[in-house]
């Protein structure tokens, strides 16, 4: 479980979409996974091969501002919202996701750092979707 959450991107914070497929009553387990639109955007996300920084714990403006100070917002094609607080850094092609984590982190000191890496990820997601 660890090693899937490392490889996509999944961390404590990150808004994700989910659907439920069952409840032990007795254990008091839900069952659930990730929905057919979250499954899609990462599948989208593998197949640009390109790597993304997901950040947690910053604004929008916040992030675009670091990334100018620090001459990154040409590594970076775009910044994405996927929550008001949570962002994802879509960086181009020969861009490393986990070399811009020192450059940005020093001003992002209350951040959190996740990495999505499209060639890693290759061959983990099947055609039903990942079970949580």
């Known amino acids: 479980m660890k090693k899937i959450a490392e490889i996509y ?6 808004p994700i979409t989910i659907k439920v497929v069952g409840f032990v009553e007795n254990d008091g387990v839900l069952e659930a996974e990730l929905s057919a639109a979250h499954v899609e955007k990462l599948h989208a996300w ?15 403006e916040t992030v675009e501002s670091v ?26 092609l020969g861009t490393d996701a986990t070399g811009v984590i020192p450059k940005i982190g020093r001003y992002l000191r209350n951040s959190v750092f996740v990495v999505f890496n499209a060639r890693k990820s290759i061959g983990f997601i099947g055609e039903q979707g990942l079970t949580l």
């Not at 991107?9 to 990150?14: D, H, I, P, Q, S």
């Not at 390109?50 to 910053?58: H, K, M, S, T, V």
């Not at 929550?83 to 960086?91: I, N, R």
Request: proline share 0%.
């Open 9 to 14: 991107g999944l961390a404590e914070g990150l």
């Open 46 to 60: 593998q197949q640009s091969l390109l790597d993304r920084l997901i950040i947690l714990g910053a604004s929008k």
């Open 67 to 92: 990334l100018e100070r620090t001459r990154l917002s040409r590594d970076v094609i775009n910044v994405d919202a996927l929550g008001l607080f949570e962002h994802v850094l879509t960086c181009k």
